[in-house]
């Protein structure tokens, strides 16, 4: 047997599940252990270190009307309590410090499995969305509408005020009822979010709540083990509903370059996530999606785009046609849906672009617009305003919003992979994760055994360093790299999980790019 089989016999098997296994519930235990330790602390007042003092004294009577500090008991309490009758007699005699927190943190209850908040987390006026990562949530509170929700402010919605007042700002403030975070993820660097909250404070008033808790407080509430260090629950954003149209005409008049996506029948949540996370990314002015898309504030979407579905004006076709009955008689007699919006959109002299996989051997049919490459495309064969459709995940666009478009556009795929340009397979390194959908070493080199050459070991259990923290395969290997790069002279690229790899290299949290 060669020494490139026996390594790959080795790299995979039932030793290392087990010792990926034992690593999971290392870092199971830490976590606890620290939870409970940050727990302890908060509890034991003077006895506790300085840095905690500092975080207790931020929950002072001045913020009790909007920020509080929870435990994992205090969350069992309060479930307790939602158990209970409601009769007055006996709500009167509980911890009242615990029923207000109840009302604040109700949206985050039971989140697993679910990703549109139940009925009873929602009014009939009114949708709720849950936002989680540190940095989705910092950007819902730097967009949020700073003054406070009360009786005044529903009511003012529900007679279209509030979002509905103005054109000028798009799309306009986000409005948050409460975060939830941990206290490191508040209080201490690199993240900090206690920076941004304290100035959307004023006049000792806030425009949503704040609950600081353990980590296993916020496990328990949501139903999962925490491990983004925050979550958000702001409203559904209404504007579009009532002023689609409106705000659409009024745009694409006024502004000589307008960039539209229009989503025909994507249904995957994820994938809208990514997409408009990638449209925020390019400056898209607004995405506009057919009836029968996903929700774009469904849990796995909001999460998926990193917090941007409040940074960029999300439109369904039924909110612009709302705006749109009786403008014209010939559109009013098409079919409902995208294909309806493709022609308002040529009508307002926005060119129509239809997203395809489709070759030369599929444009025979007369009906449909002409077939170029994206490559092909320059602005002199484009329109100053434009508007890209892009189709379901299985079926792609439907013909009838494809035969409206003006023009279909492909992108022509590359037949040749990247190792192709490898010359030396020793500069590469292989590193095998303890993700469940990461590709074992054994199944990277049973594809293509050029890799036999390159650098790789057998993971091995974690052990702790000087500072405590995992010195996992994964980090070993890309220091290996950085190493070897060092002493070559050479550039290195790491492709993988930005998380893991920036803790690799020293970096303390990755952040999207703020362009």
């Not at 916020?218 to 509903?241: D, H, K, W």
């Not at 390019?282 to 409040?310: E, N």
């Not at 999300?314 to 009955?325: E, P, Q």
């Amino acid at each position: 047997m060669t020494d490139a089989s026996e390594k790959r016999k080795k790299s995979h098997g039932p030793t290392v599940h087990a010792l990926k296994r034992a690593k999971y519930e290392a870092k199971q235990e830490r976590r606890r252990q620290a939870s409970l330790e940050q727990q302890q602390s908060f509890q034991l007042g003077s006895q506790s270190s300085a840095d905690t003092q500092q975080w207790r004294s931020w929950f002072n009577k001045d913020r009790e009307e909007y920020a509080d500090f929870i435990t994992k008991k205090d969350v069992l309490r309060i479930k307790e309590l939602k158990h209970q009758s409601t009769d007055d007699n006996i709500c009167k005699t509980e911890d009242e410090r615990l029923q207000r927190i109840a009302s604040w943190i109700e949206p985050f209850f039971d989140l697993k499995g679910s990703d549109a908040l139940s009925a009873a987390q929602c009014n009939k006026e009114e949708r709720l969305f849950i936002s989680e990562g540190t940095e989705a949530v910092r950007l819902m509170v730097q967009r949020c509408n700073s003054s406070p929700f009360d009786s005044t402010t529903r009511a003012a919605k529900s007679q279209g005020g509030d979002d509905a007042k103005s054109l000028s700002e798009s799309p306009p403030p986000v409005r948050i009822r409460s975060i939830l975070c941990k206290p490191n993820t508040f209080f201490e660097a690199p993240v900090r979010l206690i920076d941004d909250v304290e100035k959307r404070i004023s006049n000792d008033k806030s425009p949503f709540k704040v609950i600081v808790g353990t980590e296993d407080a916020l496990s328990e509430i949501a139903g999962f083990n925490i491990a983004r260090g925050a979550l958000a629950c702001g409203e559904v954003p209404t504007y579009y509903q009532h002023n689609g149209y409106e705000w659409l005409l009024k745009t694409i008049r006024q502004k000589p370059t307008m960039r539209l996506l229009a989503l025909d029948a994507v249904s995957d949540t994820a994938n809208l996530g990514s997409i408009i996370r990638t449209a925020a990314a390019l400056s898209i002015d607004a995405v506009i999606c057919s009836d029968d898309s996903c929700d774009a504030f469904y849990r796995q979407s909001v999460r998926v785009s990193m917090g941007h579905v409040i940074n960029i004006p999300i439109l369904r076709v039924r909110d612009w046609r709302r705006g749109f009955s009786g403008d014209n008689d010939v559109l009013q007699s098409k079919s409902g849906g995208l294909a309806e919006f493709i022609t308002w959109l040529n009508a307002q002299n926005v060119q129509c672009l239809a997203a395809v996989v489709d070759d030369e051997s599929d444009d025979k049919n007369d009906s449909q617009p002409p077939l170029i490459s994206l490559e092909s495309l320059t602005q002199s064969t484009t329109k100053q305003s434009w508007c890209c459709v892009l189709g379901n995940e299985g079926n792609g666009i439907r013909n009838e919003v494809i035969k409206e478009c003006n023009q279909r556009i492909r992108i022509s795929m590359a037949t040749v992979l990247l190792l192709d340009y490898v010359s030396d397979p020793s500069k590469l390194h292989l590193v095998e994760a303890s993700h469940p959908r990461a590709a074992s070493i054994s199944s990277i080199l049973e594809a293509n055994p050029k890799l036999s050459d390159s650098h790789y070991e057998v993971p091995q259990a974690d052990d702790l360093n000087k500072d405590g923290s995992d010195v996992s395969s994964v980090s070993t290997q890309v220091q290996k790299a950085l190493k070897l790069a060092t002493e070559n002279n050479e550039m290195l690229v790491v492709c993988g999980s930005v998380f893991i790899m920036a803790e690799t290299l020293g970096i303390v949290e990755p952040r999207d790019s703020a362009v």
